[in-house]
């Protein structure tokens, strides 16, 4: 793919998280309240332990695949339920990170809208991150909605984030 593109583009490799496939292999489809798994957390948490540590290692050996065969840079979802400053917490400040704006908030008003996004921004620090929704655009979504957020991407810097209110 590298020699395809002749360097007129990145190649960005992609992973589901562990929880992610996770989610999916015992929820058996996409699941918006997630029932099954978080009770496994609370009634096997032996065996989600075990497909959560064998699914990260899975993935680990996926990332690398991918790198060796020409990934220049890999993405690896932060979904709107993980907290932004726990994230940057975690990962730390060399990792650049992607999202994760909740996709709902993108039904309530413009005011909501710039919280969320101020959140977000605040939270993942002055450096090495990309305002995103923190899983794709819902079905019915605003247009208008989406490029209020977007407009606020390009209009706030970190600065504007750390002035006295």
Same mark, same amino acid.
Request: charged share 20%; net charge negative; hydrophobic share 45%.
């Given at each position: 793919?590298? $020699?395809?593109? &002749?360097? $007129? &583009?990145?190649? +960005?490799? #992609?992973?589901?998280?562990?929880?992610?496939?996770?989610?999916?292999?015992?929820?058996?489809?996409?699941?918006?309240?997630?029932?099954?798994?978080?009770?496994?957390? #609370?009634?096997?948490? !032996?065996?989600?332990?075990? %497909? %959560?540590?064998?699914?990260?290692? $899975?993935? @680990?050996?996926? +990332?690398?695949? *991918? /790198?060796? =065969?020409?990934?220049?840079?890999? *993405? /690896?979802g932060i979904d709107w339920t993980v907290d932004m &400053?726990?994230?940057?917490?975690? %990962?730390?400040? !060399?990792?650049?990170? $992607?999202? =994760?704006?909740?996709?709902?908030?993108? #039904?309530? !008003?413009? @005011?909501? +809208?710039?919280? &969320?996004?101020?959140?977000?921004?605040?939270?993942?620090?002055?450096?090495?991150?990309?305002?995103?929704?923190?899983?794709?655009?819902?079905?019915?979504?605003?247009?208008?909605?989406?490029?209020?957020? #977007?407009? %606020?991407?390009?209009?706030?810097?970190?600065?504007?984030?750390? @002035?006295?209110?």
């Amino acid at each position: 793919l590298r $020699q395809e593109v &002749a360097g $007129q &583009a990145a190649v +960005i490799g #992609f992973v589901g998280s562990p929880w992610t496939l996770a989610t999916y292999m015992v929820e058996g489809a996409s699941s918006s309240l997630y029932k099954t798994i978080k009770t496994m957390c #609370f009634t096997a948490p !032996d065996v989600l332990d075990a %497909l %959560l540590s064998h699914l990260a290692d $899975q993935v @680990a050996s996926y +990332i690398k695949y *991918q /790198i060796d =065969n020409g990934a220049q840079c890999m *993405q /690896i979802g932060i979904d709107w339920t993980v907290d932004m &400053a726990d994230a940057r917490a975690r %990962l730390g400040n !060399d990792v650049s990170l $992607q999202g =994760n704006v909740d996709p709902t908030v993108l #039904f309530a !008003d413009k @005011a909501a +809208i710039e919280v &969320a996004v101020r959140d977000t921004l605040r939270k993942a620090g002055h450096k090495r991150h990309i305002l995103n929704l923190g899983h794709g655009v819902l079905v019915g979504t605003p247009e208008e909605s989406v490029a209020h957020m #977007f407009d %606020l991407s390009k209009k706030i810097s970190y600065a504007d984030l750390l @002035a006295p209110a």
